[in-house]
């Protein structure tokens, strides 16, 4: 295959896990902005962290999917969606990190895995050059 078609196709694979990641955290954050972020700072507060961290969630879940989909600084953006799912996997998810879904089996934290390992290779891999900021 020619190194041009290759790289055609690379560039539109990173297009498309660019989009999908942003999709899915996307409706993410509308949620927050609709029900807002006072719920996290309990969870927070447990583990001796500001609740004005809640606000965070706004940059990871919102802002970060919007630069994606741009094609914007998009290491940085999944560099923050994954410390978001860090964060959500040590405040609300420790529970059931060893745990088989109950409902249809799968990992009980498979979506959020997800979401972690995508924005991780997006943030090592960059998000190809169809885009605003080609990186």
């Known amino acids: ?3 041009a078609l290759a790289s055609r196709r690379t560039d539109f ?5 660019r989009l999908a990641l942003a999709g899915i955290v ?3 954050g509308v949620f927050k902005i609709t029900h807002g972020v006072e719920w996290i700072k309990g969870p927070l507060g447990n583990m001796g962290l500001p609740g004005a961290l809640a606000y965070g969630v706004y940059v990871a ?3 970060a ?3 994606l989909i741009a094609g914007a600084w998009t290491r940085i953006a999944a560099s923050i969606i ?10 609300a998810l420790r529970g059931r990190l060893m745990m088989i879904n109950p409902q249809g089996g799968g990992w009980a934290v498979e979506l959020e895995a997800m979401i972690f390992f995508t924005a991780i290779a997006l943030a090592v891999m960059g998000g ?3 885009g605003l900021v080609a990186d």
């Open 65 to 67: 999917p919007l630069f």
């Open 1 to 3: 295959m020619p190194a």
């Open 82 to 91: 994954a410390f978001d799912m860090l964060m959500a996997a040590t405040l």
């Open 13 to 17: 694979g990173l297009l498309v896990l």
């Open 26 to 28: 996307l409706f993410h």
């Open 128 to 130: 190809g050059r169809i």
């Open 61 to 63: 879940e919102v802002a």
